[in-house]
Antibody, heavy 118, light 108 residues
Framework: QVTLRESGPALVKPTQTLTLTCTFS??????????VSWIRQPPGKALEWLAL???????YYSTSLKTRLTLSKDTSKNQVVLTMTNMDPVDTATYYC??????????WGQGTQVTVSS | DIQMTQSPSTLSASVGDRVTITCRAS??????LAWYQQKPGKAPKLLIY???SLESGVPSRFSGSGSGTEFTLTISSLQPDDFATYYC??????????FGGGTKVEIK
């Protein structure tokens, strides 16, 4: 079955770089049309799409955050890594990775909570 | 970026009610729209994709319609398990998918 799991630090300090890893199983990111997305949700607020990497290693980033985001994938390890630089308290959120196929995200990880505080 | 506006932001309803949530796009997105359900502390769950296609395993009381800039999610007979927050998402292009602000369905 398809599973995804996010991992990374629960607490980062302002100005630090956040590195999150999405480890997945049950599908291959080498399959044509397959993608992995990152989405976040600040406490009590709406979902915000962050970034997507596709089977062909093309990467897409949120317009407002693209200068701070970097995606990479390791197909052999079934992992996608998201880095976000210059973290700020407003970046405090639950971060999700999700399998995305045809544009909609059909399987999601449980999410990892990240707090930005000194 | 395409803006997605959901209404209402909160909806109070009773079990058995027919519920309709609207999502409007700032420009045409054809049928590239998904609906998700999210319960507190949980990840979102895909309900509808391509505006009207029901995701496998989702009860048939959920339906989606619309194209272009106006879309609706309908729950034909609200069940206790349906009290949650619902989000629309446009995916007209991979470069900038966007979510609506959410609609919380509460018990009346």
């Amino acid at each position: 079955q398809v599973t995804l799991r996010e991992s990374g630090p629960a607490l980062v300090k302002p100005t630090q770089t956040l590195t999150l890893t999405c480890t997945f199983s049950g599908f291959s990111l080498s399959t044509s049309g397959m993608c992995v997305s990152w989405i976040r949700q600040p406490p009590g607020k709406a979902l915000e799409w962050l970034a997507l990497i596709d089977w062909d290693d093309d990467k897409y980033y949120s317009t407002s955050l693209k200068t701070r985001l970097t995606l990479s994938k390791d197909t052999s390890k079934n992992q996608v890594v998201l880095t976000m630089t210059n973290m700020d308290p407003v970046d405090t959120a639950t971060y999700y990775c999700a399998r995305t196929f045809g544009g909609a995200s059909d399987y999601w990880g449980q999410g990892t909570q990240v707090t930005v505080s000194s | 970026d395409i803006q997605m506006t959901q209404s209402p932001s909160t909806l109070s309803a009773s079990v058995g009610d027919r519920v309709t949530i609207t999502c409007r796009a700032s420009q045409s997105i054809s049928s590239w729209l998904a609906w998700y359900q999210q319960k507190p502390g949980k990840a979102p769950k895909l309900l509808i994709y391509k505006a009207s296609s029901l995701e496998s395993g989702v009860p048939s009381r959920f339906s989606g319609s619309g194209s272009g800039t106006e879309f609706t999610l309908t729950i034909s007979s609200l069940q206790p398990d349906d009290f949650a927050t619902y989000y629309c998402q446009q995916y007209n292009s991979y470069s900038a998918p966007t979510f609506g602000g959410g609609t919380k369905v509460e018990i009346k």
